[in-house]
């Protein structure tokens, strides 16, 4: 970004790259969340929800390069190392420890509301100020809170499923 471009911005932009870099981190541990829970989830609904979790991965990834590109046009580095993921991010990675595909979207529901969370803030701190990080962290966070609203239909679902299961078991 010229120096003119930065001279517009009413904002600490290093604290927004830095701010940028946390939500970067949390977008790769997001997508490896999806990936990695994409390929061992198992129980009822698997087939159907298998291939949107790797959706969902491939637009995490995305937001990632998204950031990384803001983060450089503002004059910084994007997160250079793997090991720094857990570091920066204020979203905890849980590992499908148990691939139950319950449990898998549970992980993957804490994950995008602490996602929602983030880019709202980042909204907040750019509206009016940044226009483009702050178009850019809104397309973001349409899409998390719309994958919100695909794991809490799944959830619902599955919920159902139980319930009509258990009426034809009495």
Same mark, same amino acid.
Request: a negative charge; one cysteine or more; aromatic letters at 8%.
């Given at each position: ?26 977008e ?34 995305n ?26 991010s ?7 420890? #148990?691939?139950?595909?319950?449990? !898998?979207?549970? %992980?993957? $529901? +804490?994950? &995008? ?16 100020? #940044?226009?483009?990080?702050?178009? !850019?962290?809104? %397309?973001? $966070? +349409?899409? &998390? ?26």
């Amino acid at each position: 970004m010229g120096k003119h471009g930065k001279e517009i911005l009413n904002l600490d932009v290093d604290d927004l790259i830095n701010k940028l870099n946390e939500a970067l981190a949390e977008e790769w541990l997001a997508y490896y969340q999806y990936w990695i829970g994409s390929r061992v989830i198992e129980g009822p609904m698997r087939t159907d929800i298998e291939p949107e979790l790797q959706v969902h991965a491939d637009q995490e990834l995305n937001h990632a390069d998204m950031l990384a590109n803001r983060i450089d046009q503002l004059g910084g580095t994007p997160v250079l190392s793997p090991a720094e993921w857990m570091k920066l991010s204020k979203c905890e990675y849980m590992p499908p420890e #148990d691939p139950y595909v319950e449990k !898998i979207l549970e %992980q993957n $529901l +804490d994950a &995008e509301r602490c996602a929602i969370k983030r880019y709202q803030e980042l909204a907040n701190m750019t509206y009016g100020k #940044d226009h483009t990080t702050y178009n !850019i962290v809104t %397309q973001i $966070l +349409d899409e &998390e809170v719309e994958h919100e609203q695909e794991i809490e239909d799944w959830m619902g679902d599955i919920d159902i499923m139980k319930e009509n299961w258990k009426k034809m078991r009495m």
